[in-house]
């Protein structure tokens, strides 16, 4: 059974930070990219960061660059994403996703498996 298991999102003040991460079992992990994506309210998903298969490449939404930063731990199928600096536009369900490549890529088309989600909120 596939399944990628997000956690470390919450309520946290505008300056401050969160660590997110996601577990992923029943599924080839470290021979592909994987990403970060997230939904605000009312509005579409959006990319946020993503990473190659061996760590050697990331890549970032404008938005977040400089903030944000993805890695992963191929030896125990996690991906993280630590955000500092967070501000209220950041407020989002944050969904990690497996690519169908080894390389970066910022598609949502190109992601073919999806964790539910965890909630961050981000309060002025």
């Known amino acids: 059974q596939v399944q990628l298991l997000e956690s470390g999102g919450g309520l946290v003040q505008a300056g401050g930070s969160l660590r997110l991460s996601c577990a992923a079992s029943g599924l080839t992990f470290s021979s592909y990219a994987m990403g970060w994506f997230r939904r605000a309210p009312g509005k579409e998903r959006k990319f946020v960061a993503c990473i190659n298969w061996n760590g050697g490449n990331e890549v970032y939404a404008d938005s977040v660059k400089g903030r944000f930063r993805i890695s992963r731990d191929n030896v125990n199928n996690t991906v993280y994403l630590q955000m500092n600096g967070l501000k209220p536009e950041d407020t989002a369900l944050y969904y990690c996703?497996?690519?169908?490549?080894?390389?970066?890529?910022?598609?949502?088309?190109?992601?073919?498996?999806w964790g539910q989600g965890t909630q961050v909120t981000v309060s002025s």
């Open positions: 996703a497996r690519s169908n490549s080894d390389y970066v890529i910022a598609l949502v088309s190109e992601y073919e498996y």
